[in-house]
């Protein structure tokens, strides 16, 4: 485990990094924004491109491993948004915390890190997984948010979350490379040196974009952080792996880079959904904080135990 830890501790070192440099005004708010849209839109972009182009269809569609991280996610967004409603909170508050009980920084962290830690093989897997995450739980929280508001489902409503899927720059990247791969259609060495230097900024940039947008989040409501965070760093990734290992049978590989990325704090995204709906954005914003915190522990703990280290 001390050899993960060690082998993880640059990644959140950067994070760190970056936390430092927001934190001291050295790096500003509009700053980090800049970066978060670089890394996003290009440099994160051309990572997912490069791999989905390179690898085979075959080897990253898995419907045995989308049933099992569908099922244990699902299984913990119901138990968040249970324990909400328990609390007497609205369906859009209740919405938001289950989004911080399952949603972690698969794109930013695990994509940079995963890969790196566990071979590039793991690339498939974490594609299936984020596109899980895009497309039907960033799509349900739109809807159930919106739909709440206005008290009933609508063609808006499905508009919103048809134009969110279409304008997400890692759906598209992710989308252009399977078909690329799908067509087997050859990576001139040029596009490939191309995609290889801007996606080898994403690793970096996203891990400092982490940290200096960390630098403006607060510890507040910190029992409810603590509660999120229990949810994502434990409860999420363990029951992705009851579901991966005992349910679905998933390939033991494969079942250990859902897990390891299931471990991920939760994601900045969340946030910002939080902050466009104006419901309880500090709420997540210490989610986040405490998560990401805790997780420089636990990220290794799953790591290790997935790869028998």
Not at 126 to 141: E, Q, T
Not at 181 to 203: E, K, Q, R, W
Not at 206 to 216: C, E, K, P, W, Y
């Amino acid at each position: 485990m001390i050899a993960i830890f060690l082998k993880t501790l640059p990644f959140f070192a950067i994070i760190g990094l970056g936390y430092i440099a927001g934190r001291t005004r050295f790096f500003s708010a509009e700053a980090t924004a800049y970066l978060t849209k670089f890394v996003f839109f290009f440099a994160l972009s051309a990572m997912i491109f490069r791999f989905a182009a390179n690898l085979p269809l075959a080897e990253v569609w898995d419907g045995r491993l989308i049933a099992a991280y569908l099922w244990g996610t699902a299984f913990v967004y119901v138990i968040a948004t249970a324990v909400a409603f328990v609390r007497k909170l609205d369906i859009a508050t209740a919405a938001i915390e289950a989004q911080c009980a399952v949603i972690g920084n698969i794109g930013f962290l695990g994509i940079p890190m995963l890969t790196l830690l566990l071979g590039e093989a793991a690339i498939g897997p974490i594609m299936m997984m984020l596109a899980v995450d895009l497309i039907v739980f960033s799509s349900l929280i739109v809807i159930l948010i919106t739909g709440s508001r206005d008290g009933k489902m609508s063609f808006s409503i499905l508009k919103i979350v048809g134009l969110g899927l279409v304008k997400n720059p890692m759906i598209v990247a992710m989308s252009l490379g399977l078909f690329w791969s799908g067509f087997s259609i050859p990576i001139p060495t040029p596009m490939n040196d191309f995609l290889a230097i801007l996606g080898g900024a994403a690793t970096p940039g996203a891990l400092f974009a982490i940290g200096a947008s960390l630098a403006s989040k607060s510890a507040e409501r910190i029992e409810v952080a603590g509660w999120l965070t229990f949810c994502k760093l434990a409860l999420h990734p363990a029951f992705v792996a009851f579901a991966a290992i005992y349910l679905f049978s998933v390939d033991s590989y494969s079942a250990g880079v859902m897990i390891s990325a299931a471990a991920l704090p939760v994601a900045g995204n969340v946030y910002m959904l939080a902050q466009h709906y104006g419901v309880a954005p500090q709420r997540v914003s210490a989610a986040i904080l405490v998560s990401t915190a805790i997780s420089i522990v636990t990220v290794s703990v799953v790591i290790a135990w997935v790869t028998g280290a």
